[in-house]
């Protein structure tokens, strides 16, 4: 009843308020005296009002189910606010949809925002009332921007609406907007536009209502005019997103952009929006950005950065590097010399700019890992990396080490730490020894991934082939670098070792690799170089050891404090006890860290020497006591790297207790493992102890080493006796509690991700329960943490049974995230093993309902007979088959590629250094490449078998012949990467290999058949040719990698080497898969000249007058002079004379459709494009050109 008293109040209002209006044009109509505008605007600021209001009752009325009452509203009459006819009664209600203008991008200022109610509006009739009201222009600035908004917001809410506009119509209210003088109303009208248009047809005819013009004049403003700006820029962006509407972008719009990109030193919001705008266009139509002069500015910003927008604008570089169409933009690599520059600049020693150094050194990174950036530095024999690599002979320190780094994670290997004491030939061999047996060293750091190691043997050719060995060597030679001199070191080691593991000893790189100039000072005894002397020739024996040992070989060494530990002295015990500090001090900080860990690890697990530790002195009873949480010494020591020393005393001090039985007694009756249980009895809800500040908090965890004490609950879990331990002072019981009420969801996981599940316990009931019952975030992580269980090498087959079961039941999760996880983790642990694949087709997973997501897993189950046998009984394969021959083999390729490029991008080694990666901060991907249906398919015999009856590989042998020279056609070339890549992976297997030598143009159908190589060339040879001659760099690359697919076999080893295309071997005999040509130049070799010759970029030619008109001519003269620098100042000065003697010439539409032209033709800065708009009456001058082509549609409407 209060909502319908409401109403009716409302409704007298809006009757008052529209008699008053009416009375008001009628005095208008018998030319009586009008009040004051203020007070109609008064009037209809109310009546509006008072409708919103009754529209916003309505809806409370709707939402109260009260809406069926009747209710007695008299008709509304709009008449007097928007022209039309009483019968159009369109509702209008205030809306918050969109902000004021001059606050954001999309919206325009206005407190009182007025639009059709949802509801109850007819929205033609809304539009139509719109639209009329902005027929006159001379309205107020508010008004047309408050009309404008309530267009967008009508368009919005009903997006079928635009199709039905007449455009030619609504343009012309654009044009009225555009042509106004304020610039927030010129900005509602670059947005009316931008929601209007539909279709390529509606941007023609947009364009057509000149607003090329008025794009190019907005881009010219300064800042004061951002917003306008921005709209014009979106406005842009419009010609992007519709199909086809690239071509219909005009030069001079591009021209506009360029010149904002190219500002220096100043601080244009949009000169990053602009830029962006750029490189999406060069992916598009190269061309016209070339035409526009917009590479350069594009190129500098890779060099500046910031790191993520120069490698944003990078990948559009490598796109044009890719086809040979677009290659002679950047004049077939040689403008890549840009980004070698900041390298190459003379630089004084304390004042390099490291920043730009490291950025550039990272986008280098990117674009070196593509196929395309990778053809593009091959220009003139690798012109521009030799360039790179001669700046090693450089004496500057910071240089070299930025060089270096990006050397180390160019051949993914981790960086070295810098031992600081000079000539420690003792300490480079540690780092190398220590490099060797550690795996992340390696190049499979990423996975069992062959293409990353197949692409970084070629690197390794290309910058051997370029003198990195020399170049090495000199910084060896250096008597002041230090640091780098240690780096180099180890660098060239590990180029060594990276040689005899992946290249095929068909690559003499003797010369290269034996170093004679450092053996030779070696030999000669020169004393600068004793370090260096001994620390590489102990490398050279490692690097030599591994060569014969094969990539399992390895080189152990032993730390000293855990060899004889046990049987030093009396005397010695108790001297390293007293080294402790710990009875001298009871402040913790003074405590010598490094000999307690020493001593924890060593001496202590000798049970009659932990007895005396325990027993004759204080010593164990203060460590402990540090340790306990409610002496808030540990548990208030702030989360730092450099505190983690204080969690890894305290967990080998506990597996040292679990080692021996007098340990276990200790430790059971110690306050240590009770308090921790009443720590989380803080948070038992059912325990009845409470605490306003609980040690274990959600921010004590966060920042100070209390979430350490998980990691020693979970060295408890590992051993039976420290579960025993957990479940005496019932922690299980109340992690049970704390899940239920799911409200620490923190809490939950770091005692997931802390636990040892080897055992049967409560900790794996836990992490069963977190998986089904937790919260999303819980499940998430959860899910995630059975990875790492999975990967480590140190736990158990049975305990990685288990996960996987725990894996296959999230294969039922509510949430697809998790499903998308559990199906590629287990995807990852099937990866090429039988036994995991038949553990997990034993599971009985039900695949059926996750769709397209789990066929990943379905196809590595292909790998076993058990799994074909499976998948067959459940009429997948045939199936599968026939989508991959329709389309999924197209799609294959934009997932591999994605995987290439995520696996390059994403790898970093640590950090170290001045030289810090930015990778360092990025998340790691997954190591696994994504399977191929066929490739699976023929591991076994069923499969193949399947597959001879089919005539798939005779179409994909058949579209590689007849496609090979494809260069326009994206599809075609999509299509011809597809067969590439299922021949790859079909020929990758030992039964699969022969098919690829049993198919030629002669014999398509005929599977059975064994023509031999020479007699009927196989499909190897149009492969070949293709890593050899293809134009496009990505097809290029896509042979290469599928020809290191074939190279895994005997068979396709011997196909190869008809081609001269060979691989390393194992110790077995077998082939390692990495292919590579003997002679690297015919893989970079795009024919350079002749292709230049013919895609040369057209010059252009000065500006000549057509013109006789003496004013006219110098007026034009003058303005193309202002694109040169030499002239601009004078030009500038004369155009200003002109226009104060011939002001009227400066309004002609002739003189300024020719200045037009100039403006498209010739590059100008930012401020001389503002000057030359300065000088004519823009407004004046379109509004004449409106007018004009208004007549002219008039005079053919007529006329037709």
């Known amino acids: 009843q209060d909502i319908l008293a409401k109403i009716e109040i409302e409704n007298k209002i809006k009757e008052g308020a529209t008699t008053l209006l009416q009375v008001l044009d009628s005095k208008k109509i018998n030319g009586q005296e009008p009040d004051p505008n203020q007070v109609i605007k008064q009037v209809e600021s109310e009546l509006q009002a008072s409708k919103a209001k009754i529209a916003l009752l309505h809806s409370q009325l709707e939402q109260n189910a009260v809406s069926n009452l009747p209710l007695t509203i008299p008709p509304q009459d709009v008449s007097a606010v928007s022209g039309l006819p009483t019968t159009a009664k369109p509702t209008i209600k205030i809306t918050d949809s969109f902000t004021p203008i001059s606050s954001g991008p999309d919206s325009l200022p206005n407190s009182n925002s007025i639009a059709s109610s949802p509801e109850s509006e007819s929205p033609t009739w ?67 536009a931008r ?131 677009t290659r002679h933009i950047l004049r077939y690599g040689e403008d890549l010399l840009g980004l070698i520059a900041p390298f190459t600049e003379t630089q004084v020693r304390t004042h390099v700019n490291t920043d730009k150094l490291i950025n550039c050194s990272s986008v280098l990174l990117a674009i070196l890992n593509t196929w395309a950036g990778l053809t593009g530095f091959s220009h003139n024999n690798f012109h521009a990396l030799r360039i790179l690599l001669d700046c090693l002979r450089v004496p500057i320190p910071q240089l070299r080490d930025i060089i270096l780094d990006l050397l180390f994670d160019l051949f993914r290997l981790d960086r070295p730490q810098y031992q600081p004491k000079k000539d420690d030939a003792n300490g480079i061999y540690k780092l190398c020894v220590a490099s060797f047996d550690n795996p992340s060293t390696d190049s499979t750091a990423a996975g069992d991934c062959r293409f990353v190691n197949h692409y970084t043997a070629l690197l390794l050719l290309v910058f051997l082939k370029c003198g990195l060995a020399n170049q090495l060597t000199g910084i060896i030679e250096d008597k002041q670098d230090e640091k780098n001199y240690q780096k180099a070191i180890i660098l060239l080691s590990e180029i060594h070792r990276l040689a005899a593991k992946f290249l095929p000893p068909s690559h003499d790189l003797t010369e290269i690799l034996t170093l004679p100039r450092l053996l030779n000072c070696a030999i000669n005894g020169e004393r600068d170089l004793s370090g260096a002397r001994r620390s590489m020739c102990k490398r050279i024996d490692i690097v030599d050891g591994h060569t014969h040992l094969g990539i399992h070989g390895h080189v152990h060494t032993h730390s000293i404090g855990s060899v004889g530990g046990t049987a030093m002295t009396d005397m010695q015990f108790r001297q390293l006890i007293i080294d402790t500090q710990v009875l001298t001090t009871k402040n913790f900080s003074k405590w010598n860290w490094d000999v307690l860990i020493e001593l924890i690890e060593g001496p202590l697990l000798n049970p009659k020497r932990l007895d005396e530790a325990i027993k004759s002195t204080k010593f164990m009873k203060r460590l402990m006591s540090f340790y306990r949480p409610f002496k808030y010494r540990y548990s208030s020591i702030k989360q730092s790297p450099a505190s983690q020393k204080y969690v890894t ?145 140190v736990i158990n087959s049975a305990t990685k049974r288990w996960a996987v079961q725990l894996l296959v039941q999230q294969l039922y999760d509510p949430q697809l995230e998790v499903c998308q996880m559990a199906i590629s983790l287990l995807e990852e642990y099937c990866c090429n093993n039988s036994e995991h694949i038949d553990h997990v087709i034993s599971c009985q997973p039900a695949l059926e309902h996750l769709g397209e997501i789990g066929i990943p897993l379905l196809v590595r189950f292909l790998f076993t007979s058990t799994g074909f046998k499976y998948l067959n009984d459940l009429h997948y394969i045939e199936n599968e088959m026939d989508y991959w021959i329709q389309g999924l083999n197209e799609r294959y390729v934009t997932r591999i590629e994605n995987y290439l490029e995520s696996v390059y991008t994403f790898y970093t080694g640590p950090a170290s250094g001045s030289a810090t990666s930015i990778f360092s901060s990025l998340p790691a991907r997954s190591s696994a490449p994504p399977s191929h249906f066929y490739g699976e398919l023929v591991m076994t015999d069923e499969g193949c078998m399947l597959l001879s009856q089919k005539d798939h590989i005779s179409q994909f042998v058949n579209f590689v012949r007849m496609h090979r020279d494809e260069t326009k056609s994206p599809t075609i070339i999509k299509k011809l990467k597809g067969c590439l890549w299922a021949l790859g992976f079909i020929g990758s297997t030992h039964l699969g290999s022969p098919f690829l030598e049993t198919h030629d143009d002669n014999d398509t159908s005929d599977s059975g058949s064994t023509s031999p190589v020479l007699s009927s060339p196989s499909v190897v040879a149009d492969i070949v040719y293709l890593a050899e001659n293809s134009p496009v760099a990505s097809v290029r690359g896509t042979a290469f990698f599928v020809l290191g697919l074939v190279s895994s076999t005997i068979l396709g080893l011997e196909l190869l080497d008809e081609f001269r295309w060979t691989t390393s071997l194992l110790i077995t005999g077998e082939p390692k898969g990495l292919g590579v040509c003997q002679n690297i130049d015919v893989l970079f070799n795009n024919n350079n000249e002749e292709l230049a010759a013919s895609k040369s970029m057209p010059l252009i030619t000065a500006w000549i007058p057509t013109t006789t008109d003496p004013i006219k001519t110098q007026i034009l003269t003058a303005l193309s002079n202002l694109s040169n620098q030499v002239l601009a100042n004078e030009a500038s000065l004369t155009l200003v004379k002109l226009e104060a003697r011939y002001t009227d010439r400066f309004q002609n539409v002739d003189l300024f459709m020719e200045t037009m032209r100039i403006l498209e033709r010739f590059r100008y800065r930012q401020l001389m494009r503002r000057f030359i708009f300065e000088l004519f009456d823009f407004n004046r001058i379109l509004t004449k050109m409106v007018r004009k082509s208004r007549e002219n549609r008039k005079r053919r409407s007529h006329s037709d």
């Open 126 to 192: 809304s539009l139509g009332a719109i639209l009329q009201s902005l027929e006159d222009p001379t309205r107020s600035p508010d008004f047309l921007i408050q009309r404008a908004n309530d267009l967008v917001n009508l368009l919005m809410r009903h997006p079928l609406l635009k199709y039905d506009l007449v455009i030619a119509a609504f343009g012309d209210r654009v044009q009225k907007l555009l042509l106004h003088q304020k610039t927030e109303v010129i900005a509602s009208g670059y947005r009316m």
């Open 649 to 793: 005393v305290g967990s080998a001090l506990l597996r040292t207790f679990l080692a021996n039985d007098d340990g276990v007694k200790y430790l059971m009756e110690n306050k240590l493992l009770r308090q921790i249980a009443e720590c989380l009895a803080q948070l038992d809800p059912m325990s009845g102890i409470t605490s306003a500040e609980p040690l274990f908090s959600e921010q004590r965890l966060e920042n100070t080493l209390t979430s350490g004490y998980f990691t020693l609950l979970g060295i408890l879990s590992g051993d039976i006796n420290g579960l025993a331990m957990m479940e005496r002072w019932r922690m299980f019981n109340m992690i049970y509690h704390i899940s239920e009420i799911a409200v620490r969801d923190d809490l939950i996981m770091i005692f997931i991700a802390a636990m040892d599940y080897t055992l049967q316990g409560h900790h794996r009931i836990i992490l069963s329960k977190a998986l089904t019952t937790g919260t999303k975030a819980v499940r998430v992580f959860a899910t995630r943490h059975i990875k790492k269980l999975l990967d480590d090498p």
């Open 195 to 325: 929601h209007a248009i539909t279709d390529l047809a509606s941007l023609k005819i947009m364009r057509q209502l000149h607003t090329d013009f008025f794009v190019v004049r907005t881009l010219a403003k300064d800042a004061k005019y951002n917003l306008e700006r921005q709209q014009a820029l979106k406005y842009i962006r419009m010609f992007l997103d519709i199909p086809s509407g690239i071509d219909q972008l005009s030069l001079q719009v591009v021209r506009g952009l360029v010149a904002i990109a190219e500002q220096t030193g100043t601080e244009d919001k949009l000169k990053n929006l602009a830029l962006e705008t750029l490189a999406e266009i060069l992916i598009l139509k190269p061309e016209l950005v070339a035409e526009a002069n917009g590479v350069r500015p594009l190129l500098q910003t890779i060099v500046e950065g910031p790191y993520l927008f120069s490698l944003a604008i990078a990948k559009s570089v490598v796109c044009i590097l890719d086809s040979p169409h």
